[in-house]
Structures are given as structure tokens and as C-alpha cells.
């Protein structure tokens, strides 16, 4: 693999990059849920707490419990994902299969979870 002027990328590059990569996924994943989680009620106005007493009842909420399983998934999964990475720096190929498998669900996860955050978020939109 090259980098563009030819020079030759190694192995210890690529892994490093995967693995940060696999980082941004997970810090992604649990910044989602936290943000979701403490700005619910003022972002969409829902919840005893909300702004300006514009309590609503919350539309949809299937969508947000679907959001919050999905990025879980996506943490567990990118944990489990440097996990294995980890062990193949130790042990050379022994762990390929279950960390890409790790790897493919955590950015699915996290991609399904942000959807679905979108969608509740414009399903309990004020006006």
C-alpha cells in the first residue's frame, strides 16, 4: 500500500490507523448516547424538566430506545474490536475473523443509532 508519493505504508501504520479508527467509532458511539441521553428534554422539549414549562409527551419512543440499543451495541462491538486487536499484535492472525466481525457491527451499530436519533429528533420537533 502506498501513501500517494510512493512510498510504501507498513503493516504497524495500517494497524494504527485501524485502531484509531476503531477509537473514533467508539468515542463517537458513547458521546452519542450521553449527548442523547442528557439534552433529551432540551433539544425536543420532553421530559418535567423541559424549558419554559413545554412539557410534551414523547413521539415515537421506540425510536430513541432502538438509538440508544444500537449505539451500545456499536460500544460494546468497538470495545470487543480492540480487544482482538490488541491480541493480534500478540498473537499474528489468530484473531482476524472476530475483529473484523467486531469492527463491521460496531460501525453498523453506530450508523443505525445515529439514523434512528435523527428520526425521533424529527419526529419530536416543537411545531
Same mark, same amino acid.
Given at each position: 500500500?502506498? &501513501?500517494?508519493?510512493?512510498?510504501?505504508?507498513? *503493516?504497524?501504520?495500517?494497524?494504527?490507523?485501524?485502531?484509531? /479508527?476503531?477509537k473514533?467509532?467508539?468515542?463517537?458511539?458513547?458521546?452519542?448516547?450521553?449527548?442523547?441521553?442528557?439534552?433529551?428534554?432540551d433539544?425536543?422539549y420532553?421530559?418535567? &424538566?423541559s424549558?419554559? &414549562?413545554? *412539557?410534551?409527551?414523547?413521539?415515537?419512543?421506540?425510536?430513541? *430506545?432502538?438509538?440508544?440499543?444500537?449505539?451500545?451495541?456499536? *460500544?460494546?462491538?468497538?470495545?470487543?474490536?480492540?480487544f482482538?486487536?490488541?491480541?493480534?499484535?500478540?498473537?499474528?492472525?489468530? /484473531?482476524?475473523?472476530?475483529?473484523?466481525?467486531?469492527?463491521?457491527?460496531?460501525?453498523?451499530?453506530?450508523?443505525?443509532?445515529?439514523v434512528l436519533?435523527?428520526? /425521533?429528533?424529527?419526529?419530536?420537533?416543537?411545531?
Amino acid at each position: 500500500m502506498t &501513501n500517494g508519493s510512493s512510498e510504501i505504508i507498513g *503493516v504497524e501504520k495500517r494497524a494504527e490507523f485501524f485502531r484509531d /479508527f476503531m477509537k473514533t467509532v467508539l468515542s463517537l458511539s458513547t458521546g452519542a448516547i450521553v449527548f442523547s441521553v442528557t439534552f433529551l428534554h432540551d433539544v425536543v422539549y420532553v421530559g418535567e &424538566n423541559s424549558p419554559a &414549562n413545554r *412539557v410534551l409527551p414523547a413521539q415515537r419512543t421506540g425510536l430513541i *430506545v432502538g438509538a440508544w440499543l444500537a449505539l451500545l451495541v456499536s *460500544v460494546i462491538a468497538s470495545l470487543l474490536c480492540l480487544f482482538f486487536h490488541a491480541l493480534s499484535t500478540k498473537y499474528k492472525e489468530a /484473531f482476524s475473523k472476530p475483529m473484523t466481525l467486531a469492527a463491521i457491527v460496531g460501525i453498523l451499530g453506530l450508523l443505525a443509532g445515529l439514523v434512528l436519533l435523527v428520526l /425521533f429528533a424529527m419526529k419530536n420537533l416543537p411545531g
